[in-house]
Protein backbone atom coordinates (compact mmCIF):
# COMPACT_ATOMS: atom_id res chain seq x y z
CA UNK A 1 0.00 0.00 0.00
CA UNK A 2 1.09 3.28 -1.05
CA UNK A 3 -0.77 6.70 -0.07
CA UNK A 4 -0.06 9.99 -1.25
CA UNK A 5 -1.45 13.38 0.80
CA UNK A 6 -1.28 16.82 -0.54
CA UNK A 7 -2.16 19.74 2.30
CA UNK A 8 -1.44 23.32 1.48
CA UNK A 9 -4.33 25.08 -0.69
CA UNK A 10 -6.46 27.84 0.06
CA UNK A 11 -7.49 31.00 -1.66
CA UNK A 12 -5.43 33.46 -2.31
CA UNK A 13 -5.15 37.10 -4.27
CA UNK A 14 -3.43 37.70 -7.55
CA UNK A 15 0.29 38.03 -6.39
CA UNK A 16 0.44 36.38 -3.54
CA UNK A 17 2.47 32.68 -2.67
CA UNK A 18 0.92 29.37 -1.29
CA UNK A 19 3.20 26.33 -0.53
CA UNK A 20 1.69 22.60 -1.13
CA UNK A 21 3.17 19.72 0.33
CA UNK A 22 2.89 16.13 -0.69
CA UNK A 23 4.35 13.24 1.61
CA UNK A 24 4.41 9.50 0.30
CA UNK A 25 3.88 6.39 2.90
CA UNK A 26 3.56 2.93 3.37
CA UNK A 27 5.54 0.18 1.97
CA UNK A 28 8.21 2.11 -0.57
CA UNK A 29 11.29 0.70 -2.34
CA UNK A 30 11.72 3.46 -4.65
CA UNK A 31 10.76 6.32 -5.70
CA UNK A 32 12.22 7.75 -9.29
CA UNK A 33 10.06 10.68 -9.76
CA UNK A 34 7.43 12.91 -8.12
CA UNK A 35 5.65 15.93 -9.32
CA UNK A 36 2.58 18.48 -9.29
CA UNK A 37 -0.37 17.92 -11.62
CA UNK A 38 -3.03 20.78 -11.98
CA UNK A 39 -6.46 20.15 -13.31
CA UNK A 40 -8.54 23.36 -13.87
CA UNK A 41 -12.63 22.56 -14.89
CA UNK A 42 -13.16 22.00 -18.40
CA UNK A 43 -9.64 21.60 -19.11
CA UNK A 44 -7.13 18.43 -18.91
CA UNK A 45 -4.51 17.59 -16.14
CA UNK A 46 -1.45 19.20 -16.70
CA UNK A 47 1.62 19.08 -15.90
CA UNK A 48 3.03 21.72 -13.03
CA UNK A 49 6.80 20.62 -12.23
CA UNK A 50 8.70 16.88 -11.79
CA UNK A 51 11.42 16.08 -9.86
CA UNK A 52 13.59 12.53 -10.50
CA UNK A 53 15.55 10.75 -8.17
CA UNK A 54 18.31 12.75 -9.83
CA UNK A 55 17.67 15.78 -9.32
CA UNK A 56 16.65 16.84 -12.07
CA UNK A 57 13.31 19.44 -12.05
CA UNK A 58 10.78 20.49 -15.34
CA UNK A 59 8.61 23.30 -15.13
CA UNK A 60 5.52 23.98 -17.47
CA UNK A 61 6.67 27.04 -18.68
CA UNK A 62 3.49 28.76 -17.58
CA UNK A 63 5.15 28.52 -13.95
CA UNK A 64 8.62 29.15 -15.39
CA UNK A 65 9.96 31.87 -12.84
CA UNK A 66 7.43 31.50 -10.25
CA UNK A 67 7.10 27.84 -9.04
CA UNK A 68 10.17 25.98 -7.28
CA UNK A 69 9.45 22.37 -6.87
CA UNK A 70 11.70 20.79 -3.84
CA UNK A 71 11.99 17.62 -2.64
CA UNK A 72 12.84 15.87 1.06
CA UNK A 73 14.11 12.20 0.25
CA UNK A 74 14.21 11.50 3.84
CA UNK A 75 10.71 12.24 4.45
CA UNK A 76 9.25 11.20 1.04
CA UNK A 77 7.95 14.55 -0.14
CA UNK A 78 7.63 17.24 -2.02
CA UNK A 79 6.68 20.63 -2.48
CA UNK A 80 5.79 23.48 -4.84
CA UNK A 81 6.31 27.13 -3.70
CA UNK A 82 4.54 29.08 -6.15
CA UNK A 83 4.86 32.69 -5.90
CA UNK A 84 3.37 35.73 -8.40
CA UNK A 85 -0.01 33.53 -8.27
CA UNK A 86 -2.38 34.52 -11.20
CA UNK A 87 -6.10 33.40 -11.36
CA UNK A 88 -5.26 31.33 -14.27
CA UNK A 89 -3.32 29.38 -11.69
CA UNK A 90 -6.56 28.51 -10.26
CA UNK A 91 -7.39 24.30 -10.17
CA UNK A 92 -7.14 20.90 -8.42
CA UNK A 93 -3.34 20.55 -7.94
CA UNK A 94 -2.63 16.66 -7.47
CA UNK A 95 0.86 15.00 -6.68
CA UNK A 96 2.14 12.15 -8.30
CA UNK A 97 4.48 9.47 -7.97
CA UNK A 98 6.67 7.27 -9.76
CA UNK A 99 6.99 4.63 -7.02
CA UNK A 100 8.38 1.19 -6.55
CA UNK A 101 6.18 -0.58 -3.87
CA UNK A 102 8.78 -2.46 -1.29
CA UNK A 103 8.66 -6.49 -2.33
CA UNK A 104 7.49 -5.88 -6.23
CA UNK A 105 10.06 -4.65 -9.04
CA UNK A 106 7.63 -2.78 -10.55
CA UNK A 107 7.17 1.06 -10.81
CA UNK A 108 3.73 2.34 -10.66
CA UNK A 109 2.02 6.11 -10.77
CA UNK A 110 0.33 7.13 -7.37
CA UNK A 111 -1.76 10.13 -6.71
CA UNK A 112 -2.75 12.16 -4.00
CA UNK A 113 -6.85 13.13 -3.64
CA UNK A 114 -5.69 16.85 -4.66
CA UNK A 115 -5.62 20.02 -3.23
CA UNK A 116 -7.70 23.07 -4.29
CA UNK A 117 -5.75 26.19 -5.21
CA UNK A 118 -8.03 29.32 -6.00
CA UNK A 119 -6.40 32.64 -6.96
CA UNK A 120 -9.26 35.71 -6.93
CA UNK A 121 -7.89 39.00 -8.81
Known amino acids: QVQLVESGGGLVQAGGSLRLSCAASGSIFSIYAMGWYRQAPGKQRELVAT???????NYADSVKGRFTISRDNAKNAVYLQMNSLKPEDTAIYYC???????????????WGQGTQVTVSS
Open 96 to 110: NGHIVQYGTGWASDY
Open 51 to 57: TTSGGST
